[in-house]
């Protein structure tokens, strides 16, 4: 369709950076074009534990780190590495579209663990509890999450750990968002407890790379050599250009003080406040997100289902947003708008979103 101003892609409207792009160029002409170790360059594995440390206080070592191709490859080698058939994984609801069929295409049994906006979608002790079985093998832990925008504080990480220790789960932190968050900086579930915690991270977000498929995994020896095997049998390593970017990219902002990143963040927390307003405006019950660069407001008042909501908005105003049902049973009821777009769609989508409202 023509003319579609879109809220539904989750990739930052921002192009990669000059010099991250330079350094790919200069490793392909200077004839770096070759395959690099399984794991990744050494040099971009310790930025990254370097990072981690300087950033989000967390301990992990190089040799215990995986580079992959994106986030999402990092996910699925998880999965496939720790699951017996029937083996069942808790995944928050709302959340990644990919971590449910990931689960089933290692033949495990994803397991839903709603949250809900009442609770500022995070995971509580109770819900946690409520979800476990004998089968239970490693919980999901998404924060900053995508679709909600939610955070989780540190007391409220404190408050779910005592349940996933007495249960011996392993934690799957997927943190890819942690640089994107307003009003309080990122704190990780993987602090202090980084041998039960596989880290997954990446340049996709923070580095607006998504094009570069680059991600890693930090974790306990034994869980990285086997995602290591899978990983070297099927992918053999990440693209050494993608890499090259990557050293560059850690390397710059740390040089600069992060301030590509927080140029970012500046700018999304100015889009964020005016989608809020927006949508509260209109009358819609609107949760505050207070990480990422989504926004999901809750539209069950229109009385229209998720899908006909947005199936109806995409042809009567043309914009494009995402089903809350596509996220799980709870994201019913609400839908996903990425505000990583520029001011002048927002401010649009915002009006056509109040018409298509108001003309019901």
């Not at 780190?65 to 699925?76: F, N, Q």
């Not at 570069?212 to 974790?219: D, M, Q, S, V």
């Not at 596509?326 to 839908?335: L, Q, R």
């Amino acid at each position: 369709m023509k003319d579609v101003i879109s809220m539904s892609v989750g990739e930052p409207d921002f192009i990669t950076p000059w010099n991250i792009r330079d350094a790919a160029i200069h490793s392909i002409e200077a004839g770096r074009t070759h395959y690099t170790p399984n794991r990744g360059l050494m040099e971009l594995r310790q930025l990254a534990v370097e990072y981690l440390k300087e950033r989000f206080n967390l301990e992990y070592d190089a040799k215990d780190t995986l580079v992959t191709v994106g986030a999402s490859e990092a996910l699925d080698l998880a999965f496939r590495a720790i699951l017996n058939p029937g083996d069942e994984v808790l995944v928050p609801a709302p959340s990644y579209v990919s971590y449910e069929p990931g689960v089933r295409f290692a033949l495990g049994v994803p397991v839903g663990v709603e949250t809900f906006e009442e609770d500022n979608f995070i995971l509580t002790p109770e819900s946690i509890e409520r979800a476990i079985t004998p089968r239970t093998k490693a919980i999901v832990v998404p924060y900053p999450n995508n679709p909600t925008g939610a955070i989780m504080t540190r007391e409220e990480l404190d408050a779910i750990l005592p349940v996933i220790e007495k249960h011996d789960l392993l934690i799957i932190a997927d943190e890819i968002y942690a640089e994107l968050t307003y009003g309080r900086r990122h704190v990780s579930i993987a602090e202090g407890h980084e041998d039960r915690t596989l880290l997954i991270n990446g340049f996709s977000k923070a580095f607006a790379m998504t094009g570069w498929r680059l991600g890693y995994a930090c974790g306990p020896k034994p869980l990285i050599d086997t995602m290591t095997k899978i990983h070297q049998y099927s992918m053999l390593c990440a693209s050494i250009m993608s890499q090259e970017a990557g050293i560059e990219a850690l390397l710059s902002e740390r040089n600069s003080g992060y301030q590509q990143v927080s140029h970012m963040v500046t700018s999304y927390n100015r889009r964020r406040a005016l989608v809020v307003e927006g949508f509260r405006e209109m009358g819609l019950s609107c949760f505050e997100p207070r990480g990422a660069f989504y926004c999901f407001p809750n539209i069950s008042s229109t009385g229209l289902t998720s899908e006909e909501f947005c199936t109806q908005l995409l042809h009567e105003k043309k914009i494009a947003c995402v089903p809350g049902s596509a996220f799980g049973k709870s994201g019913e009821g609400f839908i996903r708008c990425s505000y990583a777009s520029s001011m002048e769609n927002i401010i649009e989508a915002i009006k056509r979103i109040r018409e298509f409202i108001e003309g019901r």
